[in-house]
């Protein structure tokens, strides 16, 4: 009886893990801000694809930034060409945006359709998909919970100035540390990597990868608030910072 119980749980983990690879592949790309000629730019993307965000700056429902108090300070997103940058009059300790990306139906051709799961029935999986980033101007700052950041990233202790210092990160979802949260330590040089999964805590350890832009990303699978539309909600977060090179 004790054996059936350990293989049950294998099974029931196995499968747990199974679907959540499947639900994090439906929508891969996520959103992060990096230096483009000198401004703070808005990228959507994944790994070295920088696609259009011009196109999909409709979809982003609120940027903040934040002075070194944290007070909230005004920054817009404008189209600036073929890319999207930050506009402020105020030094920056932080920007965030949320973008709603919409609802995707995965048929079971594999192809993926914006549908309802009541327009599409037999859809393998229905989600409603959300993009959260957070870029921070200070690698000391104590990051705290931010407006809008539904899945949020935040240093534990101060961000190491140098490439390959261990480093420590927690997962924040509604606000409160969430277990089992995918992370990647690097998701514009290695979107394919096998994930980090956060611990009791909502927290991983890693050695930060590069003296220069890192983008950290962590994707959760959480419940549907529409089980009429969509069979789940995936939250996709980034944290980007950089790394300061030796003066030249």
């Known amino acids: 009886m004790k054996h059936s119980k350990l293989f049950t749980t294998a099974v029931v983990a196995a499968v747990a893990g199974g679907l959540l690879l499947a639900a994090t592949q ?16 808005m990228i959507y993307g994944v790994g070295a694809d920088d696609l259009d965000a011009v196109k999909r700056l409709p ?35 932080a920007v965030t945006a949320v973008m709603d990306y919409g609802v995707w139906a995965r048929a079971k051709d594999g192809e993926f359709y914006k549908k309802t799961r009541e327009e599409m029935p037999d859809a393998v999986m229905v989600e409603h998909n959300y993009k959260y980033g957070v870029f921070l101007n200070s690698l000391t700052a104590e990051v705290p919970l931010l407006a809008g950041q539904v899945l949020q990233i935040v240093p534990v202790g101060p961000i190491p100035e140098l490439y390959g210092k261990p480093a420590k990160f927690k997962v924040l979802f509604n606000g409160k540390p969430q277990a089992g949260v995918q992370f990647l330590h690097d998701y514009v040089n290695d979107p394919d990597q096998t994930p980090q999964v956060t611990d009791a805590n909502g927290e991983v350890s890693l050695d930060i990868r590069n003296q220069g832009l890192n983008v950290l990303a962590a994707i959760y699978i959480g419940p549907t608030d529409d089980k009429a539309k969509y069979d789940h909600i995936e939250h996709r977060a980034t944290l980007s910072f950089i790394l300061p090179h030796k003066p030249e």
């Open 26 to 41: 439906v929508s891969a790309h996520a959103i992060w801000f990096a230096q483009r000629s000198k401004q703070l730019a």
């Open 59 to 93: 979809l982003v429902t609120g940027s903040k930034g934040y002075n070194a108090s944290w007070q909230e300070v005004p920054v817009t997103l404008k189209a600036n060409g073929p890319i999207v940058t930050v506009d402020s009059d105020e030094p920056l300790t």
